[in-house]
């Protein structure tokens, strides 16, 4: 009986070869959608989880209040991961990291530029499971100037992974680092990203007034996190007042410094604080993501109940005639099932390979490495088994029970069921799909205009044309500032540590006067900075290199200004163990993600350390330019690399994960709109085999091809009217709740809407159009030939 169940189905199928391929490419489709999100969702949520005590390592973060600044960090004091663990008993190791550098290390002539190292303490390899090659992971870092490579780092230097004793030379100052330990490389699934980490000395920074350190602690079992959460704030009244900087009168006046913890394992999707060791993600696109698979595989289904059912009519005499000649409901139900089956098994099979050829796309569009393994296997067959059957069932329980209905006197007869009006859920399933459909292409239009809103933006500051040269400091900085600054076509150029674009600050507790004490960036720069950068000056003057008085004066940003009440008095001092001279305002500049407000900054000038040469470019040669930069560089350096980049471009790199999603976005959209069109086919097709006759009289009573088109379609025009209606709140609530997670944000605009609505009334015309003419055009007396 099995066996003539799918022979009958195949010959089925057969014999309907343009239905059964749009029905299996819709399947087809909708499954490798499902596949990619699977595999994007699953590495999203494994990450850190390599940890094999995940569940009990926290990060320790700050939030700080400062007047009407408020900010969320990442790091903390460097003391504080001792003093949990020396005066809290839940705290069975504390460790600190901090923000990852630049360094450069000698390979015989070669100078090579690292940019995965971190200065830690040796209590990493207690905490983080870092498997260590070579080496002993207890005293690999508790000397000063050890370091601990990748294997991939002691392939790089040594030619072999058995590097322990070996010795990496820094550039900057000759200074040995001994390896004392190899580790394997890092997961690509962790928070942070590490080539080499760094002994972090005992003259480290121990100030509870500077915040720069990452710090992780590790509870012992059973341990109650919200239980040593409220002992933080005692910790910090008894610690944080210092000479410089009194605690008790900060809070008094309604400001406060707070101690948090947040697992490892939500790091990467549940935070986005600033001075995060690495680019996180989002748990909100984990949601989307998740229910766009949903309801992508929803849409498939729904193609396949109203492709079958489109072609009752062709089938309605079958079952009549089996059910004349003694075949029960049941058999009948479980024939339709098996061709159903079928067509899931071969949408299933084609998926899979369909998902592992476009795999690497995706993995270019997401940013991700994603790869089918015989690990993936071992989740992927069951994963695909239950998907054949449930589909399979889901899919044709419709239509098998639709048709296995049908009355045989009433079928042989002619009369079929009803047309296309007559059927609530069929209309139901165009409604939905187009409201998908619609919520995607509205979702993805925001992430659109907020991208361009981003790129398009007054920052304060003019990114265009500023080639930023990288790694300076391991040269004479100023000898090629004054040797740049003299090519043709260069307008400008400035010796800086801190960037707009880039993500590195020091933070520093400052007095003003007497009477405020405030969080503030403090970045040290040159004369020539604010120029280069393009920046405004509000009040007061700029540096001048030739008074040298300014080595002890700052300028402000309008932030700061207003957070001290500073009005442009001339006495107004900044206290950060020296007394700084305020001489002037710069307007507001967004240094950061523009999904932070603005924080005060204090511009120091100090040409200790640089690490970068900025410079503003004249770009009508830009070939020939690029070139006399590149030769000035050589002629100081001839083994280091020229390594620059462009400011515009590290500004959009700020904002690569939502331009990744948005162009996932763009893909999922569009393969949406390819199955609701497959399905409205389908439902098109349906209604013209169902209203046939009724066209060919009114073609032989003279009714045009335009108004048998206009008739076919009004019905799903009105459909998708009303999934306009309904899609259309929803997408604007939750994209509006995205564009909450800006500070500077575009408003959904009244195009979108509009677009959108258009777009959607024209695809689904034309989708029905198609078929109408094809109905219209067809030759009456063919119809009405049998009546």
């Known amino acids: 009986m099995f066996r003539n169940y799918i022979k009958t189905a195949f010959r089925s199928l057969l014999k309907n070869k343009g239905f059964t391929f749009i029905n299996i490419l819709g399947l087809a489709l909708g499954l490798a959608t499902c596949l990619l999100i699977v595999f994007y969702v699953i590495d999203e949520l494994s990450y850190d989880r390599f940890n094999t005590k995940y569940d009990r390592i926290y990060r320790v973060n700050t939030d ?14 460097p003391p504080v991961g001792d003093a949990l663990l020396k005066e809290f008993p839940e705290v069975e190791r504390s460790m600190r990291i901090g923000q990852g550098v630049n360094v450069r290390f000698k390979k015989g002539n070669e100078v090579i530029d690292e940019k995965k190292a971190f200065y830690c303490s040796g209590g990493i390899f207690d905490i983080f499971t870092l498997p260590m090659q070579h080496g002993d ?6 000397e000063p100037h050890t370091i601990v490579i990748t294997q991939t780092i002691a392939l790089k230097y040594f030619n072999t992974t058995d590097a322990v004793g070996k010795t990496l030379f820094l550039v900057t100052d000759s200074t040995s680092y001994k390896v004392t330990g190899v580790i394997e490389d890092m997961p690509a699934q962790s928070h942070f990203k590490a080539d080499l980490f760094i002994a972090m000395g005992p003259n480290h920074d121990n100030s509870w007034a500077h915040f720069n350190t990452n710090t992780y602690i590790l509870l012992k079992q059973g341990a109650d996190r919200k239980k040593l959460e409220s002992k933080f704030a005692a910790l910090i009244r008894r610690n ?48 989307i993501f998740s229910a766009i698979a949903i309801f992508i595989l929803i849409l498939a289904c729904i193609n396949f109940m109203n492709l079958s059912t489109a072609r009752s009519a062709n089938r309605a005499r079958e079952v009549g005639v089996r059910k004349v000649l003694g075949s029960s409901r049941k058999y009948l139900i479980a024939q339709f099932l098996s061709e159903s089956i079928m067509v899931t098994l071969a949408a299933t099979v084609i998926a899979v390979f369909a998902a592992w050829a476009i795999l690497p796309l995706f993995n270019q569009i997401a940013g991700k490495s994603l790869a089918i393994t015989a690990h993936t296997f071992t989740w992927l067959l069951p994963a695909m088994l239950i998907i054949i059957i449930v589909v399979g069932v889901l899919a044709g329980s419709y239509p098998a029970f639709f048709l296995s209905a049908f009355q045989p006197i009433q079928v042989l007869k002619g009369k079929l069921a009803t047309g296309f009006k007559g059927s609530f859920l069929r209309s139901f399933l165009v409604v939905f799909q187009f409201s998908v459909s619609i919520f995607l292409i509205i979702g993805t239009l925001v992430i659109y205009n907020q991208l361009t809103y981003i790129r398009n933006k007054d920052l304060g500051f003019n990114r265009n044309q500023v080639l930023i040269i990288k790694n300076v400091s391991s040269i004479d900085p100023k000898v090629l500032k004054e040797q740049v600054k003299q090519l043709p076509g260069v307008l400008n150029a400035t010796l800086t540590h801190y960037l707009p674009t880039s993500n590195l600050s020091a933070l520093n507790y400052v007095g003003a006067g007497t009477v405020k004490n405030i969080e503030t960036q403090f970045w040290q720069v040159d004369a020539d900075y604010i120029s280069t950068m393009g920046m405004k000056l509000v009040q007061g003057r700029n540096f001048n290199a030739q008074f ?67 410079v503003r470019l004249n770009t009508a040669n830009l070939p020939s330019l690029m070139q006399n930069i590149e030769n000035r560089w050589k002629a100081l350096q001839p083994n280091l690399h020229f390594e620059y980049s462009f400011m515009d471009d590290d500004f959009n790199a700020l904002y690569n994960n939502e331009q990744r999603m948005g162009s996932i976005f763009i893909v999922f959209t569009t393969l949406a709109i390819i199955i609701a069109c497959l399905g409205l086919f389908g439902l098109a097709a349906y209604a013209a085999e169902q209203r046939n006759r009724e066209i060919s009289i009114r073609k032989v009573l003279g009714a045009e091809v335009a108004t048998i088109v206009a008739l076919l379609s009004k019905d799903f025009v009105k459909l998708v009217l009303i999934s306009i209606i309904i899609a259309t709140p929803l997408a604007w609530l939750i994209m509006q709740k995205w564009l909450q997670g800006f500070a500077y944000r575009q408003n959904i605009q009244w195009w979108v809407v509009a677009v959108t609505a258009l777009g959607a009334l024209a695809i689904a015309f034309i989708t029905v159009s198609y078929q109408s003419i094809r109905a219209a055009l067809v030759n009456p007396v063919d119809s009405l030939r049998s009546e």
């Open 240 to 287: 944080e007042t210092t000479p410089a900087f009194d605690y008790n009168k900060f809070e008094a006046k309604g400001n406060y410094i707070r101690l948090n913890l947040t697992p490892l394992n939500e790091i990467h999707l549940h935070s986005n604080r600033q001075r995060e060791l690495g680019i996180n993600g989002y748990v909100q696109y984990i949601y």
């Open 137 to 142: 992971p207890k005293t690999a870092l508790a």
């Open 64 to 77: 700080l209040k400062a007047g009407s600044n408020e900010t969320s960090f990442a790091i903390t004091a």
């Open 548 to 614: 040298l008085t300014d080595s002890n004066s700052v300028i402000i940003n309008e932030t700061m200004a207003k957070m001290i009440g500073y009005k442009g008095d001339p006495a107004a001092k900044i206290k950060d163990g020296k007394d700084y001279q305020i001489i002037g305002v710069v307007k507001d500049f967004n240094f950061s993600s523009l999904r932070d407000n603005i924080a005060p900054v204090m511009l120091v000038m100090n040409n200790d350390w640089m690490a970068s040469l900025s």
